[in-house]
C-alpha cells in the first residue's frame, strides 16, 4: 500500500475556510545539548540500517591583543549514533588538530587533500552541506558523497566550493572550485530539485546593496551540472511588518555601517517538502544579538510566504538552558516514527558577545551545541476551530479509489465530519442508509481513517476504500469544532 501526505502548509490544497484559524505549530525543543561544542552547519542524516550520521563544524574567533576580529577558525567534524540521540565522536585520525589527531575532525585549518592542494588555508571550512547519492538524487557525482562548503584556498580566491569523498570522511575538492566567488558566511545548502531538474543553492547573496554587511539575506542559484551556477538573487527579505527600514543600528564588533533594517535573514534551509517548498529561517535582530526560527513556504522556491501571523516556530524561553538559536542543520527534517526530527544550533551567548573586549572566545565556543526540535508528522500548520463550527473546503484533487486519513486532533467535546463533493462542490450521494461518520473527540490521530456509516451506529462501519465508487476529481468538505486540522494521506 503507499501513501501520500497532503500537509496543510501547501495552500494549494484550500479553496476558502470559514471560521477557521491558520497557526503555525511550533516546534517542541526535545534536547537543547546533544552534540557539544558543535555549529549547526552541517546535515544529519538515517541510513536505512539504523545507523545515524553527522556532519557539523566547530567554529572559535581568533582575536588579536586589541580584541578585533581578524578570522574565525572553522573546523569539520563528524559522529555517529544508533538512535540520533546518544551521539559519538569517533577517534579518526585523520587531521592533526590542536596538537593531536586523536580526534573527530575531517576538515580543518590548511587541509591538504588526496592531491595535495591546500583547500582551506588559515580559515577552515565554513559550512558542510552533505549529499548521498544513495539517499538523494544527485546525477552529477563524482562519489557516493558530495558536499558544499566555504573555503579560502591559499592560491585561489575563496568562495562556495565542491568536494566529494566515498567514504565522508576523506574529502578531495573539485578542479573548478570555487564554483561562486565571494564570501556569503554562515550555512549554505543545496540540493537536486528533481521539479525542475536542476541543482539548487541558497546562501546569502553575492550582489547586493551597500557594504558587505547588508548581505543578510536570502539568495537562490540554479545550476544544471552542479558546477555552472547562476549568479544567485535575492528571493527573500525582512519588510516593514517586521521593523522600519529607516532603523539606525550600529553593531558591537562590526566596522562597516549596518543596513537600516535591524531584523535581518542571517540563513535559511530549504527542502522540497510534498508538493511545496518548506524552509527554517533564521531571523536574526542585530539590536540585541539574538535569533529565532521562522517557518516559510513557497510553491516554486523564489517567492516565499510568510505567515500572516507571524510567530517563531522555534525560540528560547526562561525554561532554557540558552538564550538564542543558530540555524537548522541543511537536511530535510528526519522521520522518525510518528515524529519529525530536526537539529538546531542553540547558543548561550549572544552575537554581540563575540566582540566584547576581553571576551573568553573558547568558553563562548563550547556553550554552542546542537540540540533536537520536533513536530508531529506534517504538522507544520493547522486550520483551527473554535467553539463556532467552521469549514474548509479543498481544491479538486483526482481520487483513484483507497482511504482517506486525516491528521487532526479533537478537543472534549468538539468533532470533524467529512463530505466528499464534485468538483462544483456539490455533495457526492451516499449509498442508501449511509451517513457521514462523525469523528468525536477528544482525539490525536496522524491518520484517522475518514469513514460512512451504514445503517444504524451497531452497524458496521464502511471506510473510504474502493468499496466507495467515487473517482476524481473531487473536493472534501471538512467541518468542524474545537478541532485542528493539519492535512490528510491518502492511500492507494
Not at 595535495?116 to 538524487?137: H, S
Not at 542585530?286 to 516565499?304: F, N, P
Amino acid at each position: 500500500m503507499s501513501k501520500k501526505s497532503h500537509p496543510l502548509i501547501n495552500t494549494n490544497l484550500i479553496e476558502s475556510t470559514l471560521f477557521l484559524r491558520r497557526s503555525i505549530n511550533p516546534a517542541e525543543i526535545r534536547h537543547s545539548d546533544l552534540v557539544r561544542p558543535a555549529w549547526p552547519y552541517g546535515t544529519v542524516m538515517k541510513n536505512p540500517d539504523g545507523k545515524w550520521r553527522m556532519w557539523y563544524t566547530e567554529l572559535l574567533h581568533v582575536h588579536n591583543e586589541t580584541h578585533e576580529a581578524l578570522t574565525c577558525e572553522n573546523t569539520a567534524h563528524y559522529a555517529e549514533s544508533d538512535d540520533g540521540l546518544h551521539w559519538r565522536k569517533p577517534e579518526l585520525g585523520l587531521v592533526d588538530w590542536r596538537g593531536s589527531k586523536a580526534n573527530n575532525c575531517i576538515m580543518g585549518t590548511n587541509y591538504i587533500d588526496s592531491r595535495g592542494r591546500d583547500l582551506t588555508d588559515f580559515t577552515g571550512p565554513e559550512g558542510f552541506c552533505v549529499l548521498d547519492a544513495e539517499k538523494t538524487p544527485v546525477p552529477h557525482a563524482r562519489a557516493r558523497y558530495t558536499a558544499l562548503t566555504l573555503l579560502r584556498p591559499a592560491d585561489q580566491p575563496g568562495g562556495l566550493a565542491l568536494l566529494y569523498s566515498d567514504d565522508g570522511l576523506r574529502w578531495t575538492g573539485y578542479d573548478e572550485n570555487p564554483i561562486i566567488v565571494g564570501w556569503p558566511d554562515t550555512l549554505n545548502s543545496f540540493f537536486y530539485d528533481t521539479r525542475i531538474n536542476k541543482y539548487v543553492m541558497y546562501m546569502r547573496p553575492t550582489v547586493h546593496v551597500g557594504t558587505w554587511l547588508c548581505n543578510r539575506m536570502v539568495a537562490r542559484a540554479t545550476s544544471d551540472d552542479m558546477v555552472n551556477w547562476s549568479v544567485p538573487r535575492t528571493v527573500l527579505d525582512t519588510d516593514e511588518a517586521d521593523v522600519s527600514a529607516f532603523e539606525e543600528f550600529s553593531e558591537l564588533g562590526q566596522t562597516s555601517p549596518q543596513r537600516g533594517r535591524i531584523i535581518q535573514y542571517y540563513a535559511m534551509t530549504v527542502y522540497p517538502y510534498d508538493g511545496v517548498y518548506v524552509a527554517i529561517a533564521l531571523l536574526y535582530n542585530s539590536s540585541t544579538g539574538i535569533s529565532t526560527l521562522e517557518l516559510v513556504h513557497s510553491d516554486d522556491g523564489i517567492r516565499w510566504n510568510r505567515e500572516p501571523v507571524r510567530v517563531p516556530f522555534a525560540q528560547a524561553g526562561p525554561e532554557h538552558d540558552f538564550i538564542s538559536f543558530h540555524t537548522t542543520t541543511a537536511n530535510s527534517p528526519i522521520v522518525h516514527g510518528d515524529e519529525m526530527w530536526m537539529y538546531a544550533g542553540c547558543i548561550r551567548n549572544t552575537h554581540h558577545d563575540f566582540f566584547k573586549p576581553g571576551a573568553d572566545q573558547q568558553k563562548l565556543t563550547d556553550g554552542h551545541t546542537l540540540g533536537l526540535l520536533t513536530i508531529k508528522r506534517d504538522r507544520w500548520v493547522s486550520y483551527e476551530a473554535a467553539e463556532h463550527e467552521g469549514e474548509l473546503l479543498t481544491t479538486p484533487f483526482e481520487w483513484k479509489g483507497g482511504q482517506m486519513l486525516l491528521n487532526a486532533s479533537i478537543e472534549e467535546g468538539g468533532y470533524i465530519v467529512t463530505e466528499f463533493c464534485n468538483e462544483l462542490g456539490h455533495a457526492i450521494p451516499l449509498p442508501h442508509h449511509a451517513s457521514n461518520e462523525v469523528m468525536h473527540g477528544p482525539m490525536d490521530e496522524i491518520e484517522a481513517p475518514v469513514a460512512i456509516r451504514i445503517g444504524e451506529p451497531k452497524h458496521k462501519l464502511l471506510h473510504t476504500t474502493h468499496q466507495f465508487n467515487v473517482r476524481g476529481p473531487i473536493r472534501m468538505r471538512i467541518k468542524m469544532k474545537k478541532a485542528k486540522l493539519y492535512g490528510w494521506t491518502t492511500t492507494l
